[in-house]
């Protein structure tokens, strides 16, 4: 039995045709696991949510049995938990394992898909704007304001957007480690693509870093 490489398609990791003269990857990389299932599978709030359901339970039986729990229900819920658990886990796992963020000096590719694999190309000429979140242990989010919101749909390319936009979806680098300085090369990216927006574009991708390191921006839940 022979290895497949799902990806045996591609140019280069994350780049599936080879980039074109005078084109070159400034930066790449994925997100990171854990952070992946925090954020964006909300796996601690699902453990919570199992482990609360656990105590009502079982002070539950011990009232009604008098010191001991009845029935099989309480091993069934146990069962269950760490079965969802484990799902949301594994999903996290593969979808952090399968993507690859590439920032070119022209545009922002974003690999995706566990099990169709697709890759979105953003040009930089088609980014308006950029932000940054960053958590105290440097991961953080960078999305991206599309002039065109058209060009990506929320579903297709979730978790790899920013939660809730629906109406104009917006492609998002999602928990990724030492964000700021991602923010910066994807700012300086933006400053350099030939088109009349390059100032603007270039503010908006920096201000957020600007603000972290000034001391005046927050982590906040996207």
Known sequence: MQDHDDFDFEDQPGIPA???????????GSPDKWEMAKNAFHIRKIMLYFAVILAVQILSGLTISGG???????PMTVALSFAGIAILGVLAWATAHVTIYTVTNRRILIRFGVALQMTINLPFTQIKAADMRVDNNGFGDIPLTLKDAKRV???VLWPHVR????????PMLRSIPNVERVARIVGD??????????TRKRAGANQALNDA??????????
Request: aromatic fraction near 10%.
């Open 153 to 155: 749909n929320y579903f």
């Open 163 to 170: 939660p809730w936009c629906f109406s104009t979806p917006q």
């Open 189 to 198: 990216m933006a400053a350099e693509a030939p088109d009349s927006h390059t």
């Open 68 to 74: 001991s729990t009845t029935g099989v229900s309480l």
């Open 213 to 222: 390191e000034a001391g005046l921006m927050q982590s906040e839940a996207l």
């Open 18 to 28: 080879p980039l074109p003269p005078g084109e070159h990857v400034v930066w790449q």
